[in-house]
């Protein structure tokens, strides 16, 4: 209990002697920790929007005209066997043709005297989530079109490409900028604990020259690296929720009728304790690597 105090009023003390400094450092580790949130905000709701647009990749195949319908449920059951196909429905011509005319809606009587004959009947194929991706799509497509039954494979192969690509970046920006903001604000704390220390040296030396266990020196600036942390994490998250809430009120009209399917949400609970936790550890990882330049004890 006594060792407690004395780490909370150590602390404190260390906070007070050098608070312009570690107030300076709380700003700029806030500034780190608030780039990197917005940017896994964007991320996350970008995520959300590929997902919704995700459910839009599907795999259709024309048939040759001719096929039985004995033949058509032999191979409708052999493509549900395939791997990464989750779904299989199929399309009649007279399908195709209700189709297009509940697609051109009051138009409809452009499709006047179009018999259903002249339509091709397709088979509409719906992929796993884990098989949605540009090369397992182009896998499935080539041996489809090794079935004679079917003319013609499509399934959108530039806006698959594009997607998959659009997440390979996505997920590859995360790491990149995660880990340079996560080293800069580690050496922020580092920087800002050695002024501490060396501005206390004699007064360390005198507690080392007394006896003073390394813990009972270390616990003190290991604290205070932790609360500059968290306090700049906190900060971050609260200014990013004022941001996103600025962004919903001005977003235009036009924007909000695009983005009708979308909601434009904030992080989840528990990616926000991620980043309070976070802030905490990087703060501790600071004091220990600056502490362990500065102070001769092994710990």
């Known amino acids: 209990m006594i060792f407690i105090r004395y780490v909370v009023r150590r602390t404190l003390r260390n906070i007070k002697g050098k ?12 500034i780190s920790a608030l780039i990197f949130s917005s940017f896994a905000l964007v991320a996350y709701n970008f995520a959300s929007f590929l997902e919704i647009w995700e459910e839009k990749i599907e795999v259709i195949a024309y048939l040759k005209k001719g096929i039985s319908i004995k033949n058509t449920e032999d191979l409708l059951d052999h493509i549900r066997s395939l791997d990464g196909v989750e779904s299989v429905r199929y399309f009649s011509p007279s399908d195709a043709l209700a189709f297009l005319q509940a697609k051109l809606g009051a ?30 799509i182009r896998t499935l497509a080539e041996r489809l079109k090794q079935f004679p039954q079917f003319e013609e494979i499509q399934y959108g192969r530039e806006w698959v490409e594009t997607f998959s690509t659009l997440v390979d970046i996505l997920q590859i920006t995360c790491w990149i900028l995660g880990g340079v903001l996560l080293g800069a604000m580690i050496l922020i704390i580092s920087n800002t604990l050695q002024l501490t220390i060396a501005s206390r040296r004699e007064e360390i030396e005198i507690m080392q020259f007394v006896g003073a266990s390394p813990l009972y020196i270390r616990v003190p600036f290991y604290m205070e690296g932790i609360l500059q942390g968290l306090l700049g994490a906190a900060i971050a998250v609260g200014l990013l929720f004022l941001l996103h809430r600025v962004v919903l009120l001005y977003i235009p009209s036009s924007i909000q009728v695009w983005l009708a399917r979308v909601s434009f949400l904030f992080l989840p609970a528990e990616f926000i304790a991620g980043i309070l936790v976070g802030g905490m550890v990087l703060g501790f990882l600071g004091s220990i690597l600056s502490s362990a330049r500065l102070l001769r004890y092994r710990w």
């Not at 608070?19 to 806030?30: E, Y």
């Not at 005297?113 to 992929?127: F, H, K, T």
């Open 19 to 30: 608070f312009f400094l570690n107030l300076s450092t709380v700003g700029v580790i806030a």
């Open 107 to 136: 138009e409809r009587n452009l499709l006047e005297g179009i018999q259903p004959s002249v339509l091709p009947a397709s088979v509409e194929i719906q992929l796993k989530r884990e098989y949605r991706r540009a090369n397992q």
